[in-house]
């Protein structure tokens, strides 16, 4: 939090100092992994993808292999943030977003109204990227639920959490460049982070992120050149430099955001790479990857992304059927769209329909009739004695408008919560059904925004 001398510090550059009173290391080459010890777990997950577009590798964000793992933390805990994230991405898309609060340090400073955005709870992955010029290495969150990148930079005015690595030094670069409060990027910041912009008494755009978890960063919007991959760039990037970061973003130096809105990484890529992104989310045993344009279109089963009034940046797709065993649920057609749908790089556990919910919890109930029952887990209400890898899982198939399917292994119909205890990896909806990141891992996913198509196919990375 901000002392009295910070605050005064701040007054002078930022024009306002926001502090929240919520609850709540060495930079090594591009896309190198070399340095971890866990390498040699890790195989080439771009062997199959086009030469030609944009590569980073993806860890899972709770791998002991990670760059910049988060903490250990129980999966009650873990369901409890992820909880938080969906809340808040249901509270985006209803336009009911309630207001977050923001105490300031002087009641004579500049009052900023901030809303809250989403969560970035536990359960995005992480990759690497290059920032300036030379290029320095940072690890941060990829989030397909955000718009907005940002990274934490000196002289950290107010807060920085602690991360890997060293902070980004913008005076380091001879690229950076403030973006002014008169710019068109400045104007579409509440678009992209759902807070307005504010204006520094040197007419720098300050930008504010909060996120539905408590989370958030302010900082300077910037401009400067971005790596990624093997010797790739694009000048000009605009991005956030956090002078003030507090939250659940583990030991990253930011965030990197890929959903639609103009302002997020896919869009400013868009030009030079096209308007198309791919990934694999990996489990905690290996790596995936982001690829970032050009895909081999051939390996994949698409649905399309549909068009949705509530909210144009998210990706928003139609569940039309689930199979266990072969069988479809016994539900109506209208049951699986009584709610909206996206699909979300960061919600843990996918969220159905409550009768379509209840009607999988049935069907996997049933085909599991002689294993023993272990009582509720936080969010999770099937559940039973032993592991996944014990039982006799049901193949489970969630199938999209259009025809493309995901054919669920065990390990992407059940999650271990604890040595003894295994649930179904599916929770009931409220306002909003989401496809999230247990039920995508191990599948390539393509999102084709230029096509309007989102596309599955299996075995991407381990």
């Known amino acids: 939090m901000c002392d009295r001398s910070s605050t ?27 340095h971890n010890s866990c390498s040699s777990k890790f195989k080439d997950e771009l062997h199959h993808i086009n030469g030609s577009a944009l590569h980073l590798t993806l860890h899972h964000p709770r791998s002991p292999c990670s760059p910049a793992p988060f903490p250990t933390l129980p999966f009650s805990a873990i369901f409890s943030h992820d909880e938080a994230r969906v809340q808040s991405l249901a509270s985006r898309i209803s336009k009911t977003r309630p207001r977050a609060s923001s105490p300031l340090l002087r009641p004579d400073a500049v009052s900023v109204p901030l809303s809250q955005g989403t969560s970035i709870g536990v359960g995005n992955y992480v990759a690497r990227i290059g920032l300036g010029t030379p290029p320095k290495s940072y690890v941060v969150v990829v989030d397909t639920g955000s718009s907005l990148s940002w990274v934490q930079c000196s002289p950290c005015r107010v807060y920085c959490h602690s991360q890997v690595g060293s902070v980004f030094d913008p005076s380091g670069s001879a690229t950076y460049r403030p973006v002014s409060c008169t710019s068109p990027e400045c104007d579409g910041l509440e678009s992209a982070t759902l807070n307005p912009s504010a204006c520094s008494m040197s ?8 996120y539905g978890d408590s989370s958030f960063s302010v900082g300077y919007l910037a401009s400067d050149t971005l790596s990624i991959g093997r010797g790739k760039s694009l000048s000009n990037f605009i991005y956030g430099c956090g002078q003030d970061n507090e939250g659940l973003f583990g030991r990253s130096a930011g965030l990197i955001g890929l959903d639609r809105n103009r302002l997020s990484l896919l869009s400013q890529l868009a030009p030079i790479s096209g308007y198309s992104f791919t990934y694999c989310l990996p489990t905690t045993s290996s790596a995936g990857y982001l690829s970032i344009g050009s895909y ?17 940046a998210l990706y928003f797709i139609r569940l039309t059927g689930i199979t266990v065993a072969g069988r479809g649920l016994p539900v109506s057609t209208s049951a699986y769209t009584s709610a909206p749908t996206i699909i979300d790089s960061g919600t843990v556990i996918t969220r159905l329909p409550p009768d379509v919910y209840d009607a999988l919890s049935g069907a996997v109930a049933a085909a599991l009739k002689g294993s023993p029952r272990a009582p509720a887990y936080s969010i999770l209400d099937t559940c039973f004695v032993g592991s996944a890898s014990r039982l006799a899982v049901p193949a489970v198939e969630m199938v999209f408008q259009g025809g493309a399917t995901l054919k669920l292994p065990p390990r992407n119909v059940m999650v271990d919560v604890d040595d003894s205890t295994t649930c179904l990896a599916f929770a009931p909806a409220g306002e909003v059904a989401i496809i999230g990141n247990k039920q995508q891992q191990t599948f390539s996913v393509v999102y084709d925004v230029g096509r309007s198509r989102i596309g599955f196919a299996a075995g991407g990375c381990r």
């Open 8 to 34: 005064q510090i701040l007054e002078m550059e930022l024009l306002v100092c926001l502090t929240f009173f919520f609850l709540l290391s060495t930079a090594s080459p591009l896309n190198d992994v070399s």
């Open 203 to 210: 007419n720098v755009c300050i930008y504010e992120a909060t």
């Open 296 to 312: 081999n279109p051939g390996q994949f089963s698409y649905t399309p992304m549909l068009s949705n009034s509530l909210d144009d």
